[in-house]
């Protein structure tokens, strides 16, 4: 620990948040993708979909499935997903490159559904996104210890997509999913991650 500004602050040997690791997958994660503001609909939904199959899960798990995820998904295309119906969740709980979860893989279908009726109506970026106003949140952390396990606009983000019809969805959920898609900046002042774009 440290101080900078009068803000007690975590050091690793390289500044990066220390929650990767040393995992090579991880710190890659990390660095190039994790709270970068990602505006495409449906990478934020494919984001949205694995922070589910995440739920009593590690994320490192989901991330070393990804490609397998992807692959049972269909690369994610929600207006392909959407149509599924038991012989294709029957399917994929066959599957030995995702998490065989009936009920997640359900609410994917779910998820899907809602993802086309939301994307026709506002568009699912705008949807997401008018819960932080548009803008990445700026909370300037200085240590995990501050970083919150959920927050006011994760709430009411997971009461909105409870309410169009998305499940796994809880606010603990949901700001995983805000930090992941940099709705908010949780990487930390000292990572040299904090200021990227």
């Not at 440290?2 to 220390?18: A, D, K, L």
């Not at 709270?35 to 199959?53: K, N, S, V, Y």
């Not at 009411?156 to 997509?161: F, H």
């Amino acid at each position: 620990m440290g101080e900078i500004g009068g803000m007690q602050v975590e050091f690793e040997r390289s500044g990066r948040c220390p929650w990767c690791g040393e995992d090579p997958l991880y710190v890659a994660y990390h660095d190039t993708e994790w709270g970068r503001p990602q505006r495409d609909g449906r990478m934020l939904w494919e984001c949205l979909t694995l922070e589910a199959f995440q739920a009593g899960l590690s994320w490192i798990t989901i991330l070393r499935r990804r490609t397998g995820f992807r692959a049972a998904f269909d690369g994610f295309d929600p207006a392909t997903v959407a149509l599924w119906g038991e012989a294709e969740i029957t399917h994929l709980l066959a599957d030995p490159g995702i998490i065989r979860h009936r009920g997640k893989i359900a609410a994917t279908v779910a998820g899907a559904q809602a993802y086309m009726r939301i994307e026709a109506r506002q568009g699912f970026s705008d949807f997401i996104w008018s819960h932080v106003g548009g803008v990445p949140l700026q909370p300037m952390r200085g240590s995990m210890a501050e970083v919150p396990g959920h927050t006011p606009q994760a709430l009411a983000l997971s009461k909105a997509l409870k309410a169009e019809g998305f499940k796994f969805v809880g606010p603990t959920i949901c700001y995983a999913f805000m930090q992941a898609v940099g709705m908010v900046n949780d990487h930390l002042v000292t990572c040299p991650q904090h200021g990227a774009k």
